[in-house]
């Protein structure tokens, strides 16, 4: 199985809303991430986990708040997000955070924040 | 901040032709990648080039990387409508293990 699956694919909430992103793979890989992807822009990194550890957290709102509960589901919870929160989140999974492994993609979760 | 910077940003061309997409980064890598994504779904694994190698083949892909000049090139060879995707190219840089992402160039393959 060389699948990572993300729910829901499509989510539109309020401003005042409490959701949740879930992402899962069971390939074994020790290393989980976080994307947001704009229109028309490539994907910017947000979280890394490592071994289910927080490893990298590139300076994104608390809004945002990644859980790793195991090692193969990883969880972006979302909180007064704004509009321009809009956009797509990508989950991937990689054998290690290292360089040199290659990372596969869920489909994403189209995210609309009204 | 974005290291890679594709070229073109589209490309237009008809089924059977090649398709020649490059990426040109401004500091050292460790390895290369490039990624297709079909429209507003995840990102595919196309090819792996270290920084120590020139080039690399996958099926109709080849990629050539050329360090002294800071640019990889990837082509698609007798193209078909399917290949029809945005294809970005992404950079670790050395000492690092995350990926950069280029802005990515949008090709369309018309049968």
């Known amino acids: 199985d060389t699948e990572v699956t993300q729910t829901p694919k499509h989510l539109v909430m309020g401003m005042t809303n409490k959701k949740s992103l879930k992402c899962e793979q069971h390939?074994?890989?020790?290393?989980m991430y976080w994307y947001k992807q704009k229109a028309k822009k490539p994907p910017e990194l947000m979280f890394v986990?490592?071994?289910?550890?927080?490893?990298i957290n590139e300076s994104v709102p608390s809004r945002f708040s990644p859980e790793c509960p195991n090692s193969s589901l990883l969880n972006l919870h979302l909180h007064a997000l704004q509009p321009e929160d809009s956009a797509l989140y990508l989950c991937?999974?990689?054998?290690?955070?290292?360089?040199?492994?290659?990372?596969?993609f869920g489909p994403g979760t189209r995210l609309t924040v009204t | 901040s974005q290291q890679g910077e594709e070229d073109p940003q589209a490309l237009s061309i008809q089924e059977g032709e090649n398709a020649t997409m490059n990426c040109s980064y401004k500091?050292?890598?460790?390895?290369l990648q490039w990624y297709r994504q079909n429209s507003g779904r995840g990102l595919v694994h196309l090819i792996l080039?270290?920084?120590?190698?020139r080039e690399k083949h996958s099926g109709r892909l080849r990629v050539t990387l050329d360090t002294s000049k800071k640019s990889s090139s990837l082509l698609i060879t007798a193209s078909r409508a399917a290949d029809t995707a945005s294809y970005f190219c992404?950079?670790?840089?050395?000492?690092?293990?995350?990926?950069?992402f280029g802005k990515g160039t949008m090709l369309l393959v018309s049968p």
């Open positions: 991937a999974s990689s054998q290690a955070q290292f360089s040199s492994y290659e990372q596969y």
């Open positions: 390939m074994g890989h020790r290393a």
């Open positions: 986990y490592s071994y289910e550890k927080l490893s």
């Open positions: 500091t050292s890598i460790n390895n």
């Open positions: 080039i270290r920084s120590n190698e």
């Open positions: 992404a950079t670790v840089l050395s000492g690092y293990s995350t990926l950069t």
